[in-house]
């Protein structure tokens, strides 16, 4: 299923004698919805790295890197959470995330509010920056207010894009995919710069990269420590921002010798520029099923509520602090925090280890139904099609019946042999979960 975005920009934006424009569409702030929020006026105090970094993020947001095609590109989204501003984008083909954090040591001016929106990055725009130097000064406006378009006579811009359910969906699925990364790997100065430049730049090329004392290694077979790499050729942005690079940072989950996704990131001089990349080039995010889990417990929903008032666009949350402040055990808070992800509400920031709150501006109750697995199962529990015995559960579908395994998230259908797992728990397995925890509660009370 797709449905339409609709941006409207005051006016295009722009870089005119280094005063760099940024048009807001509709967005949510702390002041409340906004139909062009302004939030942040001031100097790019390194404008070269913060142009290429942005020139980056919206190049992300143009390529299908499977299959290329032309196609609609989605405007980046952004988030001032007043110490910082974060840029991010979704590839068209939903298999690669970027995101630019400007952080506080890049940037000096005015914070006038706190939220997020899209903002217009067109063709001019981007032949604009990519011609910002070293030595350019750059004034940055990220709202209407500070437009300092005199020539293009306030021209009201309107685009209408598709946005598919898997690229929505992949907005949820990155956060809790990344939250459960640690670093494998850093090289700082030249040697991070040498390493990027040594991948093979095919798109095609799957390799896995070994954590060697202080290095980085390439490998064609899977070894202790490795993170997988599919398609190098996906890290293209990173290669015009690598004359900036101060180090290089690899994360991924815990090895297990299968395909995985994992998260490059690049620290430049007051900023941050990050690429997440999907378990295999042909794969987006969105399939993943990284948080059927924890949105299939029955207190999800409303601790979801109770947490979402206390967001105010922080650029870390804390989760004790939210765990107190909402009066919920940890753990709940963070099942809490998935289910606003599968809204767009938070985002998870490697470099820092913490969720940071952000608004996506797209419709929240569209984005609420993008888990039809999840209301699969709760349906077979509805019906009664779930029968508990002891460690595993019989599921009676119109497809015959499916033997589960609590404990290994197993089952027999055709779905989990196929995936055994790596895609996130099958229906039947969830539905089991759901009807298992409930028994519990109802002997409990």
Not at 97 to 107: E, F, Q
Not at 366 to 392: F, I, S, Y
Request: with cysteine.
């Amino acid at each position: 299923m797709t449905m339409t975005q609709a941006y409207t920009y005051a006016a295009p934006s722009a870089l005119v004698d280094g005063r760099l424009g940024l048009a807001t569409s509709g967005g949510r702030a702390l002041s409340g919805p906004a139909v062009a929020p302004r939030f942040f006026s001031g100097v790019v105090t390194q404008a070269a790295p913060a142009a290429a970094a942005l020139l980056g993020v919206a190049d992300v947001a143009l390529t299908r890197y499977h299959q290329p095609r032309p196609g609609w590109t989605r405007d980046p989204v952004v988030t001032c959470g007043g110490d910082r501003l974060r840029f991010e984008s979704f590839s068209a083909c939903g298999g690669v995330y970027s995101r630019l954090d400007l952080l506080g040591d890049a940037l000096d001016g005015e914070v006038f509010d706190r939220g997020t929106t899209n903002v217009d990055v067109n063709g001019p725009l981007r032949e604009a920056l990519a011609r910002v130097g070293r030595r350019d000064p750059l004034h940055l406006g990220v709202g209407t207010d500070a437009l300092t378009v005199t020539t293009l006579d306030g021209a009201v811009v309107e685009k209408k894009v598709p946005l598919p359910e898997r690229w929505l969906r992949g907005f949820a699925e990155v956060q809790v995919i990344a939250a459960r990364m640690d670093l494998r790997g850093e090289l700082t100065g030249p040697a991070a710069v040498r390493f990027l430049r040594s991948l093979p730049k095919g798109a095609t090329t799957d390799l896995w990269i070994v954590p060697s004392g202080r290095d980085l290694r390439v490998s064609d077979v899977h070894r202790p420590g490795a993170v997988h790499l599919a398609g190098a050729g996906r890290l293209a942005t990173l290669h015009p921002l690598l004359r900036f690079a101060k180090a290089l940072r690899v994360y991924g989950p815990a090895a297990t010798g299968e395909p995985a996704s994992c998260v490059w990131e690049l620290e430049l001089p007051g900023m941050r520029y990050s690429l997440a990349l999907s378990p295999e080039r042909w794969r987006g995010f969105s399939g993943e099923g990284a948080v059927l889990d924890e949105l299939s417990t029955d207190e999800a929903e409303a601790d979801a509520d109770v947490v979402g008032m206390l967001l105010n666009f922080e650029p870390e949350v804390e989760i004790g602090l939210l765990a107190d402040r909402a009066g919920l055990p940890v753990a709940r808070v963070r099942a809490a925090l998935t289910q606003l992800g599968t809204a767009g509400r938070v985002g998870y920031d490697l470099a820092e280890a913490a969720h940071f709150h952000r608004e996506l501006p797209y419709d929240r109750e569209h984005v609420r139904r993008l888990n039809p697995r999840l209301d699969d199962a709760r349906a077979l529990v509805e019906a009664g099609a779930v029968q508990l015995e002891g460690e595993t559960a019989l599921v009676r579908t119109d497809g015959g019946e499916r033997r589960v395994g609590l404990a290994d998230g197993s089952c027999t259908c055709p779905w989990w042999w196929d995936h055994r797992g790596s895609r996130g728990p099958c229906k039947h397995v969830l539905a089991a979960r759901i009807a298992a925890r409930a028994t519990v509660l109802e002997v409990t009370r």
